[in-house]
């Protein structure tokens, strides 16, 4: 397979100003993955002969380019939802498919209706996850329940797989008293230690050091369990990515690496991110087993995390996935991406949808029909307004619980502080009135 094929396949990721994230992420197919693949091999064998094995010296003067490592993109589904001809054979049973199908519905719904429910000031803000359910579900249907959860923000569909119910989702972006983390976080700032979701804290790409932490104490317990750690690629621009992979390489520690590449750290384009071949080519230079797949593919982000978590399990060591998907939505209900991104690029996207695409081939295999989707969608859509009805009418968390609940006992500090709010409320009744009325 000729070099253009592999170059085309990742240009997106390299420094070629011409080209847009999705344009070169559109010219990789799947006739030409094995052969990539292969050639990508071939390269790899003969990069690390030259330059990583310390026998093998030389005595010429070459520089290394990003060319030397091209990542191709794991592609099992067409847009169309048809698998390419020659490509693996995926274990994916029914039972697994269609709850993963019905989570990127679910999420899909909130997603909308809380938008919706934003603009008509009913919620604060609001984060969606709309277009990169593929890239969350996938990975997060490959793991063990007991397995970790570290996630960055937008990666709700994987607390949705794992049962988190609308009432809790609600309660959490009203932090009202339905809320587990008792009102203390921003609105999508969930957490379940049930479901082994570690809180969201949005200081961003600290879950990373903290995911290799957890996971080298998950390899100490022996008990055959992982963590898996989402971020996005502008993410990874951030010290603690560094920190965090080369931690979990050294260490050793079973962690799952999830990078969303979505095309966008809010207004900031990948080509104005980084210059190299993505956010891959880093989890080679630590030392670190990778793949690049198609996020908008269920079948490829899955079928990579189970061969991650498998790897990761068995020899205690860090993988990293990128997956190349796109951000159809707004960063966050803050943001208005007509400023900076055209309608173009949005509907070329729209045309990869990740549900469309894995509607299709559960179509193909008759695990679900037109009819299926009509009543889910709309028992879904019932099911979210009547939910939010309900619980925009419960009362927020007692003021209390901004003290209890830190300290085993709140300090005499905290109190002192608890009783001088108090005694503000009550001056100034007018400028809060939810809380004052309850002191
Ligand atoms: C340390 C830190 N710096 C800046 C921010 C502001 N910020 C919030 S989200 C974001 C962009 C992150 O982009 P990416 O990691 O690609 O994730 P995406 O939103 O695309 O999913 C930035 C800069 C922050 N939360 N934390
Ligand atoms: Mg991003």
Known sequence: MSN???????????????????ESY???????????????????????AQVLDEINETHQLAFITSDNLRIPTLKILQADGVEFEDAMAVHLNKDTALRSFKTMQYIRILDDRMVAAQRQGRLSFYITCTGEEAAVVGSAAALKPTDMIMGQYREQAALRYRGFTTEQFMGQLL??????????????????????YMTISSPLATQIPQAAGYAYGQKLA??????????????????????????????????IFVCRNNGYAISTPTDEQYKGDGIASRGVGYGIKTIRVDGNDLLAVYSATVEAREFAVSNNEPVLIECMTYRLGGHSTSDDPSGYRGKD????????????RFKHWLLNKNWWSEEDDTLLLEEYRTEVLAV??????????????????????????LEAQFDELEEHLRHYPEHYPASAGRV
């Not at 996005?232 to 990515?241: H, P």
């Open 4 to 22: 253009t094929a592999v170059s085309n396949s990742t240009v997106s990721n390299s420094n070629d100003s011409s080209s847009t994230h999705s």
């Open 388 to 413: 939010l009805k309900k619980i925009e009418k419960m009362p927020l968390q007692p003021l209390r619980t901004l003290i209890t609940d830190v300290y085993k006992h709140p300090t005499s500090q």
């Open 345 to 356: 690029e949005e509907h070329e996207w729209q045309k990869k949808d990740p549900i469309h």
């Open 222 to 255: 022996g008990k055959g369990e992982c963590t898996l750690c989402y971020f996005g690629e502008g993410a990874a621009s951030e010290g603690d990515f560094h920190a965090g992979l080369n931690m979990a390489a050294v260490q050793k520690t079973p962690v």
């Open 26 to 48: 559109a010219s990789s197919n799947a006739d030409n993955a094995s052969a990539v693949q292969e050639s990508n091999n071939e390269k790899l064998a003969s990069y690390e």
């Open 175 to 196: 932090g009202n008293e339905m809320d587990l983390g008792k009102g203390r976080q921003m609105p999508v700032h969930y957490g379940s230690k049930e479901l082994h």
